[in-house]
């Protein structure tokens, strides 16, 4: 099935559907061994004692990659979580490495905690040869 924004490197594809869930991870060869099995990793913001899953029907997503190159640059806005996320997917074009970055806007005037949750449901992950989720969240004010 086509996918949105796919990103890889030769031995290594990624791809997102049309609600920003990664959905297809394909290692050594691109194409023939889909790990994901075609589920969803989804992402979620929590605030407010609210969660909410990336998607397009609750978030205003624009998905593209940035200019002149096979990174990702996505934009979501949540009115009434006042709230926008800016990310950026790759793959590393020699290593077999993929990297999303996060970078979210509280457009509050208050402060509060916002959490990134991240989550799939898939009998294939055991499959993949290294997973080491990798968080560093920096504070700015």
């Not at 096979?70 to 950026?88: F, G, P, S, W």
């Not at 509060?112 to 290294?130: C, E, G, K, Q, Y």
Request: net charge positive; proline share 4%.
């Amino acid at each position: 099935m086509p996918r949105d924004i796919p990103i890889g490197n030769g031995s290594l594809l990624i791809a997102f559907d049309q609600n920003y869930c990664l959905r297809d991870i394909y290692y050594p060869y691109a194409g023939k061994e889909n790990h994901s099995g075609g589920n969803k990793f989804r992402f979620g913001i929590w605030t407010d004692n609210v969660l909410s899953w990336i998607n397009k029907d609750d978030w205003k997503l624009n998905i593209e990659y940035a200019e002149e190159s096979l990174m990702t640059h996505v934009t979501a806005l949540h009115d009434k979580l006042e709230l926008i996320l800016h990310c950026n997917d790759l793959v590393d074009y020699k290593e077999n490495i993929f990297i999303k970055k996060i970078q979210v806007k509280n457009l509050s005037s208050r402060q509060r905690d916002i959490r990134v949750f991240f989550i799939t449901i898939s009998a294939f992950l055991n499959r993949l040869p290294v997973i080491q989720p990798t968080m560093i969240l920096t504070k700015r004010r």
